[in-house]
């Protein structure tokens, strides 16, 4: 059974600046001479000359989903993403009817942590990008957050569970685009009989390529 349940999110806009020091790696090669069989070869081998770096990115962050409650497995809810927020509606009360709504069990200051986890993987990404190079190092990166605005969202999923062999898997479904995600039962004598014949498969086709030549 699924049950039709608004749950709560924040989102969060902000203007970020980010002062960084590393190092950027810049490969080289060098001819390795060396002895096989008596006889001389040669190989390139690769090294990394790496230089300081230091400089700043900046990104807006625009509507990062987070969502406010605890009650869901978090590795589904982000499965859910995107929502398509700009469909968005000034809350009214006629919206819930018939509907369960949770409040929020994550605070406001709480997800805020949320988003600039999210936020110091991209910014990451970006002062990579900035040093450039083959390789990059990042010792430091402070980041200062501006123009920080939030929304609190209502958003619908269908949640629910179902037994199957004595186990409970739980389900939950984007309201909006129907993207489903959840657990699901493994047959482990399907999957072992499946890798056999995969096996059965690759040991035939390997005798008749050998009687061929």
Partial sequence: KLSSVYIPYWTYDA??????????????????YYEENGQQKSR??????????AGQVARFFDDVCIPATKSLPEKYIKRLEPWDLHELK????AYLSGHKAQTYQIA????FEHFKAIA???IRDDVRSDIGGDEQQIHRVDTQYAN????????????????????TFQIVVNGRTG?????????WLKIGCLVFFILFVLLLLIGV?????
């Fill in 15 to 32: 203007a970020t600046q980010s002062y960084y020091s590393g190092e950027r790696g810049e490969h080289y090669y060098e001819t390795e």
């Fill in 44 to 53: 390139q081998v690769r090294h990394t000359r790496w230089y300081d770096a």
């Fill in 90 to 93: 000034s809350y009214e009360p």
């Fill in 108 to 111: 406001l200051d709480e997800g």
């Fill in 120 to 122: 110091q993987n991209v």
């Fill in 148 to 167: 920080i605005t939030f929304k609190h969202l209502l958003l619908p999923i269908y949640a629910g569970a179902y037994r199957f062999n004595g186990k």
């Fill in 179 to 187: 993207e489903v995600q959840g657990e699901r039962p493994y047959s």
């Fill in 209 to 213: 390529f050998a009687a061929s030549r």
